[in-house]
């Protein structure tokens, strides 16, 4: 049986996404910080959840989770990092500040870490990272949160020149990139293009699935990402 890890399962595209790894066969071990929710999910398929309760923000605690997950499965074909956090913050409020990069980079790039070292080991895996079409340009409303995406966009392309000294070949990095869905993580009013959370999370199964370095989630942010791209500071000021 294929194992894997979903951080940050409690809610959203993580749960989402453990929920049809179960479907397709896997052993899934689940963490995020809301145990009761953790405990629905295993309620559906006893046999095939492993509940481990975490702070992605304590780094020592997501260690010690990691390691005993490991040891349980024996190996981990598959880590899906969803854990995130973000805020409207025009006031730059320091304890806003703090809880997105504790989240979205201390708490990743241990998750990052942890997973490539472990693949290396084995010679194989499947790391993905949940970015964001945030992780192209700043933004004035909410610029740690879009800077802690940028950081994470070029951890994951990094790790991902790695994988080049692995001699099988077998080792994965995927960057899920999402534009606005429909959960808790779609900051602000009148979002543009909102996805549903099912639609959503279908594109980014079957990105995973492909094995594919990155993808764009709907498909249609690809565009958009094109645009970001070539568009002059100067003028994303005005919008931004």
Not at 89 to 100: A, G, I, M, P, S
């Amino acid at each position: 049986m294929k194992t894997a890890i979903v951080f940050g399962a409690t809610s959203g595209i993580g749960k989402e996404l453990a929920k049809l790894l179960v479907n397709d066969g896997y052993k899934v071990a689940v963490t995020g910080r809301r145990l009761e929710k953790l405990e629905e999910l295993k309620a559906s398929s006893p046999d095939q959840y492993l509940v481990k309760q975490n702070d992605i923000q304590d780094v020592e605690d997501v260690e010690k989770v990691f390691n005993e997950i490991v040891v349980e499965f024996g190996g981990v074909d598959l880590i899906i990092q969803s854990s995130g956090c973000g805020f409207i913050n025009t006031k730059l409020k320091w304890d806003l500040e703090v809880q997105t990069i504790n989240t979205n980079v201390l708490g990743a790039t241990k998750v990052y870490d942890l997973a490539y070292n472990l693949f290396r080991k084995q010679e194989f895996g499947h790391l993905v990272g949940i970015s964001s079409i945030a992780s192209l340009r700043g933004n004035r409303g909410a610029p740690a949160y879009f800077a802690s995406k940028a950081y994470q966009k070029s951890y994951l392309e990094g790790l991902y020149f790695k994988t080049k000294t692995i001699k099988s070949k077998q080792v994965f990095i995927t960057d899920i990139r999402p534009g606005f869905v429909d959960t808790a993580m779609a900051l602000g009013a009148d979002v543009f293009w909102m996805a549903s959370l099912d639609k959503a999370v279908k594109q980014t199964y079957a990105a995973i699935k492909k094995k594919k370095r990155k993808a764009y989630i709907s498909k249609r942010w690809s565009l958009i990402a094109i645009v970001l791209k070539m568009i002059p500071a100067r003028l994303l000021k005005k919008v931004m």
